[in-house]
């Protein structure tokens, strides 16, 4: 079965997909870099030069052609993907995925964010991390209820990125034995 991480954006899905993907040696799918790769603009130039829906629909379509492509693969969505048209459906089919939401603190969060905000056009304006703290925790509560509907919930936010992936693969392996 595919893994399926899902996650706010910061929450490290990227890194952690390619870690399990390396330790399970499985095939890794950044969904983001997918989408960047087949439309040759990056997601920022996308949104800037064809709009959200163009976004939001090409992101559909290219999740559903990599969930049926694929069978034992890692992949780590956007941060909004799960959220829009029935992407969750697709996400939580039982007979291709298991989902796994990676929960972190918001103070974690917002410090990683805080970090990167340079390269993430939705949050580059920010000129005070309690600015950006607001923005996070509003984004994140309306997206909450999709995330907790992932097969599985995993708090990453005191772990290294190796002891996030053993734990990660840990608790599938539970989930697929029925444990």
Known sequence: MNIVLMGYMGSGKSALGYRIAVMLQREFIDLDELIEQRLELSISQIFEQKGAVYFRKRESEILREVLNAHS???IALGGGTP???DNLNWINNPALNISVYLKISIQLL???LWNERNHRPIIADFSAPEALEE????????????YQQAHLVYDVSD???DSAALGIITEVNKFQSGA
Do not use: N, P, S
């Open 72 to 74: 034992d693969a890692i």
């Open 83 to 85: 959220i829009y048209g």
């Open 110 to 112: 917002v410090k990683r």
């Open 135 to 146: 923005f996070v925790r509003k984004h994140l509560f309306e997206r909450t209820f999709a």
């Open 159 to 161: 772990l290294d990125l």
